[in-house]
């Protein structure tokens, strides 16, 4: 089925990750031109960007503003334009903490690296249509966001902000600067990935997936797939401010 991609500027937050990553490859493979941002994790930022034939991989820690607007500085000169932004860059911290042992330490950091990150890539993101007239941001939250998740009630509320408040504004928004432009998020559940790895082992599978419908956690494809579905004008065209 034809996504209409091809040739689309597309920004991928968090493409050192394994949903990133999975990404990045959907929309190349789609004939995008796809810049692979990272914070930390250049190795492996700069061997997808390699496997996507030389891709730019964009250093920037989306908690600063000024390094924010660095990388839709240096995405936008190496794209020509952004079409299309994946925002999937977050943190899950493993450590099961309850609220009562909470520190505010970690909850603020973790509202930055999740909320704060997500709004000024919007905010970025947003500007960029100012100059373009259209695009489509696709917002990367969690099932957290919607149902809570015990022992990271930090990460809960920041990706129920993504997925509430902050996605629903921004939908309404983003008409006032360009009317067809859309915004839209997915949630995933358990998936994975970097960030997971050593906590989906099968006794994990077997415990998290008593509640879900398929008895599996996600493959980073998996979600990838509804990211590009959503970034598709020939797809969802007609699709805004909706969670998947």
């Not at 599978?205 to 008593?210: D, F, K, L, W």
């Amino acid at each position: 089925m034809e996504t209409g991609l091809s040739g689309k500027g597309v920004l991928v937050t968090g493409g050192s990750g394994g949903i990133g990553a999975a990404c990045a490859r959907a929309f190349a493979a789609e004939g995008a031109r796809v810049a692979v941002h990272y914070h930390r994790g250049e190795g492996r930022a700069r061997d997808v960007a390699a496997s996507l034939g030389g891709a730019p991989a964009l250093q920037a820690d989306l908690t600063d503003e000024l390094e924010v607007d660095r990388l839709f500085d240096e995405a936008r000169a190496v794209l020509g334009r952004i079409d299309v932004c994946a925002a999937v860059a977050g943190v899950w911290p493993s450590e099961d903490l309850p609220v009562w042992q909470l520190p505010l330490e970690r909850w603020e950091q973790t509202l930055r690296q999740n909320l704060t990150s997500s709004f000024l890539t919007a905010r970025a993101f947003l500007r960029e249509l100012e100059r373009n007239g259209h695009g489509s941001l696709v917002l990367v939250g969690s099932t957290a966001g919607i149902v809570g998740e015990a022992g990271h009630a930090d990460y809960a509320a920041a990706k129920s902000a993504v997925l509430g408040g902050l996605l629903l504004s921004l939908k309404n928004e983003v008409v006032r600067i360009a009317p067809s432009a859309r915004v839209n998020a997915v949630a995933p559940g358990w998936t994975e990935s970097p960030m997971t790895r050593g906590h989906v082992d099968p006794d994990a599978v077997r415990r998290v997936s008593r509640t879900m419908a398929l008895r599996k956690v996600a493959q980073p494809d998996d979600v990838a797939a509804l990211v590009l579905v959503l970034a598709s004008d020939e797809l969802s065209g007609h699709v805004t401010g909706q969670v998947v």
